[in-house]
Structures are given as structure tokens and as C-alpha cells.
């Protein structure tokens, strides 16, 4: 398919219109391994590069492990590389994702969202990127389908800059939103090719000017050498930011870090991530409807953690409902709220938090659920009882 | 921080002197001398010698420099070599001694 | 796909006479132990690439002693990633040269990519990596096994390219057992299966032969596998000066033939006629003193066993050369 004309939009399934992006980014290598539901992704990256579309390497390795081992291999040499995986195959491949921040490669990587087994299921939720939230690289959550075709061109521009050198994760959720076909709008090439020039480097293998990468770092080198990529990973958020607002100068379309849907003088506020936030806004155009005062926030940006954008969006807010998508067996809250739980103790009028689980493996996440969360975060809240998760609409 | 505690560690790297990815330059364990493990140390009679240069290709820490053709012969690097022996026992004319260091 | 003549591939060999006598390509200063016959071997195998080339290491005792922070051994851009991945990172730098030549933003030149681990790196945790790498077919991908036959930088734990009979810290010699009770794995025979342009072993005893290997494999276009014997005087329970001398007795014993298999095809290139008796090998390493005549009698004959096959194989080809 063509994808030049940005004022029409086009009809395509998202994971297809993730691989154009990948291609309108001129990505020089991409290493992959098929798992459901990235597969639609690295299939369409494949056929571009052997249709002479995109001009890449594209390395059909044979483990997840390996695929972010040749990503981490090709972007030491220079290449800007890309890969896509999901699940098992990130969690797989976790113990290179740790270490390809620490080695400041500005890897891409789309995850498109799945539960991790067992039982075996290849449905969406977000426990896969959860499970490897300390990893230390940027982690990014589309909404839908024209926002993870423009992430995938946005992410290399942050990864890439030279204030940053830091992988991006952009995750999307599997199926819900890989699989559905939505109209968007394609960047133009030119545009993309003003936005993001071509990667050049120092930080990279060279004969010429040989550097060793990967060291041993000893007891009195490893703290520090932590400090250091974790000051990097901090100070990327303004970049981010940069990124974010230089791409609706030349394209049309902002974002933010942290997205605010009707919180003006909201009592109780949703925080979701991910494309479950666009039945939350339908949701929340009802409750208003009916005279409820609620609000939505969504965390585009997760790591590095937008703190003050997030305080800002919660405003004065009494009860927020916090939605998480993957669990922590063995403790009252998800990641999401215990994180936000713990960003709120300091503030004087914090709201009341409470936690729910939506949409684990694949469970549908109809309206009526955000309705059900805002009912029972005021209960929860009015009875100033600090509540464990509730897994919604689970069946005792 | 607190002033009254100094829970600094000497000889720890600064965080701003991390490079970029935790890189080091080439050859720099050069900086680095192994001569202190040694307990013996390799003399040569250069009277037997033959200038094969076994000794600089079996050496594992290539501490030999070849002294050239008029030299003939090849000389430890006492700041690197580990004593192991290994030129000693290889060399063809056994004319390399292994020396007890003295403490 | 064309086929490819490996064996008449040109490389610069190297004689006695045009030995490389510059500065090493790996620096001295590095934190191997006393007597290291891996890392001997790595210095004498980069010694021969010189240094426009890059290398990529597992983890391991090489990986360790050559890169503590904030130095490095490496006179040639390296990278370390992880331990059973130096393979797929290898095919990801090639990739990276290859896409970055094709646009011209590398000079249109072979850069050969050398991936090294130890024998755990290589047959046990990284041969998934390992064999993928050598099925893709990167065009400039070389992989050096160092074999000391056993985990040593952990501490002396069996792996599978331990040998029959070796007592390591878990495969012990003890009242129920013989130490290491399965007989090494055939790496070689693994890599040649892939169908692969060039496999080889060899031992930094005979450094020309080993040198001259790891040229030929650069050199040719395809992936190549070297499996080189790395005598470790720590995890062998030796004396540190025996190293070289121990890895001219395993290929002189029989126990590591020195052997090519150039587009499939066995070249013997060391024949041991008269091999000194297998006993004569195992007795300088502690590692074997358990054994009795008995246990070296099994020994021998296994040892035997995979020198005549592979000195079949070659007569069935070309026959020895020297």
C-alpha cells in the first residue's frame, strides 16, 4: 500500500500501519521473532523489506532473546533498529532489555500488550510490560491506532537524540488495538525526514575509533554507573516533551505526557493507560451525562513517571479509581496504583485511592465497568477504608 | 546528606565521569600492572639464546618485546609479566631461568 | 545460491618468517590468571586479525579479566552483552555494517565480525543463539569456542564439553562416581551441520595452524566456526608453566585432533601416527588423577574412536595434508 497522502486518511489494520511508520522512519535493521499478537507487525516489515520498500536488514533471528541481542548488536554498530514483541517473548527476552539502557542504544521496540501465562492465553492486558518495569528505558502507552503510528516515528526521534540515547518500549494493546483496523493519517516522508534525520553517531563500534562496550562494573563502579543511567532516563522527560511538541508543529497532531478528559471540577478521576481509555471516555461522557462529576486522566509516558504532569491533571480531585491491567500476587495494589498511591502520600489533600483490575487475558472492558469503579471509589473512599484491588466482574 | 556521616567509598568513580554506556577506551588494562603477582620471574641467558621467539608467542600476557636484529632477543615486560612460567618451560634451548622473587 | 569453493578463498597466511611482530590486539595488563591457555589463545588468534575487525564477547573468564571498568584490554572496537547471546549480537553487528555499507555510510569494505565464548557460552547456554547465527548465514560472522572444558570463571562446574572422567566441583570424582560421566559434546560436528563453509579446531600449541585458521575464516564469505583448545591450569589443577605443553599432548595423544571441514569436507591436518599414550596427557592435570588404568583404557579407546573417524572422513575427501 502507499501511504504518502497525510490528508487523506487511510483505512489499515494498526499493526500494518505501525510497520509503515517504521518504514516512513527509515529503520536500517529490524531483528524479530514471531509471537501473537506482534506477529501482523514484523510480517508487514518483512514484506517492505523485500519488496525493496524499506531499505533494512531485517534479521528473522530465532528467540526473542536473540532478537534484542542483534537489536542491541546492530545499534552498537550505528543502525538504527527496531523491533516489536509481546508476552513471553518480552519476558523472554528480559534479561537483554536490562541492559541495553545501561549500554544507551536507542533501540525501538513496539510490545503489543498480552498476558503472561499460565494458564497459556494470548489476550490483551498489560502484564507483560509490567512484569519488566524496571528496565530502565523509556515506556510509552498508545491510545489508538493514529497514536501508535505516530509513537513509532516519535519514539526514534527520543530515543535517538543526543541528550537522551535511551531505548523506547511503545507498547499498544494486543488485538484491541493491534488488530483493529482504523483510519490514519500518514505522515509525509519528507516531513518525517525533516523530523527525524538520519541516526549518526559516536556512541558506536568503529574501526576507526575503536570503544569497548559492555564493561564489568565493580562494587565502586556500579552504583554510579546505575545513578547515571537513571539520571539519564529522568532527564529525557523534557525531551519527550520536545519531541511530542515538535511533531505537531510539522504534522498537526499534540501530545502530551499525561492526558486530561473532562477533570475540569471532577470529584472522582479514572487514571487508565492504553486503548481501554477510549471506552473510558465514552464512559465518562455518560456519567456526565447523568450529572456525575468524573474526569479521566491517561499516562501516556510511564517511565520516566510524568510526576508533576500527573499531580497537575489530579488537580483537586476527592476519589481516583485506578485502573491496572496486571497484578502483584501477594500485595493489595497493582503497579499502577501503588506507584500513584505513593506520589500522592506527600501532598496535603490527596485524594482517596482505590485499585481495580480490568481487562486481564483478554476480558472485555465495556462501559458499564468505569461506571462500576466510580460508584465503588466513592464508596470505598467516603468510608476512608484503604481498599485492596478488586478484580472487576471477577466470578466467586 | 548528612554532614556527620561520611558514608563516601574511597576510590569510587564520580557519576559525572560515567562516560556515555559505561564505555572504556582501547587497550587500557595497560594501565593496570600484574607484575605484582608474581613470584618468580623469568631470566634470560642470552648466551643460549637463540632469538626463536617462542617465549613472545607462548607468552599469555604478551609481555615480551622483541629487541630487535642486532639485539636478538626478546625482553619481559616485568610490569605485566605474572611469573607463570610458561616461557621457561616452552623455551626450546631452555635458557630462560625461573627466579624466586625476593620479598 | 553460488556454490562456494572455501579452500581457495586467498588469505594472507602466516609463516614463521611473517609473524606478526607488532603490538598485540589484546593488551597486556588484562586479569587472567597465571598461565591462562585461553587467554594465550585469544591473544595469539587476535593477534592474527590484527584489528580492523570487530569482536563480540560472552561472558565468561575472557570476558571478565578483559573488561573491568574503566579499562579494556580490546585494541579493537568490542562489545559484551550477555552470556549466551555473543552469536545473535555478532549477526546484529553484521546486520548493522551490512545496511550501513549498502547506504554508504560505511566504506564499502568486509568487516569481519568475531564472536568468542567459552565452551558453557557455546554448547550449553548459548548454542540456541549459536546455532541461529550459523543457519542465518551472516556473511562476515566468525565464532571462536575457547574450550577449557568446564565453567571456570564460576568455578570449575561441569558443562558438556567437559570430558569423560574430568572431576569438576559438580560433576566430583567421589566413592559413586568417576567425576564427568558422559563423554564430550561433538561441537564441531554441530556447527558443520549447519552447513556452514568452514569449521575447524585448533590449539594454541601449534599457533601457526590456529592462526592461519581463524585468518581463513575471516577471509571467507560466510559464517565460520573455530573450536579452539584453551588448556586452564586453575580449573585443571595444573601447573601453570603446562599449559602450552598440556595442549601439544592433547593433539598429540589423540585427544584433540587438529582438523578443518571446509564446505563439508574433512581435512585431517595433524596426523598423530604414533600417539603418545593417553595416560601421558591425563596425568599432569589433578583434575584426572582420580582414574584408574582402567578409566584411561576406556579413555583411550573412545579417543581412538574419534581420531579414526575423523582421519576417515578426510581420506574419504582429500586425504591429510600438512
Redesign the interface.
Known sequence: MKAADSAKPVGIEVSLAIAEAVKLAEA??V?AYPITPQTHIVEHLSDLVANGEL???Y?????E???M???????????R?FTATSSQGLIYMA??VF?AP????PIVMAVANRAISAPLNIWNDHSDVMSIRDCGWIQIFAENGQEATDMSIISFRIAEDKNV?MPVILNLDGFTLSHFIEPILFPEQDKVRQYLP?YVTD?K???KK?????????P??F???K??AN?ALLASKPYVTKAFDEFAKIFGRQYKLVESYRTEDAETIIVSMGSISETAMVAVDEMRAAGEKVGLVRLRLWRPFPVEELRAAIGGAKYLAVVDRHFTPGFPEGPVATEIRALMYHEENRPRISNFLLGLGGRDVPRNHFQYIVERAKEIGSTGRQGHFEMVGVNE | MSKKINVTVEGAVKVKDIPLGFTAQPGTTKNFKTGDWRSARPVLDREKCVYCGFCYIYCPDGVYQDMGAEEKYYKADLDYCKGCGVCAQECPKKCIQMVVEEV | MKYLNSMEVPFEKVTAKTFPKGPDSLAPGHRACQGCGEVLALRLLMKALGREFMAVSATGCMEVCTGPFPQSAWEMPWIHVAFENAAAVASGVDAGNTILRRKGKLPDKRIPVVAIGGDGGTADIGIQALSGALERYHENFTYICLDNEAYMNTGIQRSSATPFGASTTTSPAGKLSKGQSTWKKNMPAIAAAHNIPYVATASPAFHLDMMNKIRRAAAIPGPAYIHVYAPCPTGWRMKAELSVESARLAVNSRVFPLYEIIDGQYVLNKKVDNPIPVADYLKAQGRFRHLTPEDVAAITERVNHEYEYIAKMSEAFNGPRF
Not at chain 1, 545501561?102 to 542504544?105: A, D, F, G, N
Open positions: 536500517e535493521v531483528a531499505n533494512a536488514e534479521v528473522p533471528v530465532e528467540s532473546q536473540s532478537a541481542s542483534a537489536c542491541m548488536g546492530s545499534s552498537a554498530a550505528g543502525a533498529t534479561e537483554m541492559i545501561m549500554m544507551r542504544l540515547m538520519p556512541h563500534l568503529d574501526v575503536p570503544m569497548s562496550m559492555g564493561l564489568l562494573g565493580g565502586e563502579y552504583t554510579e554507573a545513578k547515571a539520571d
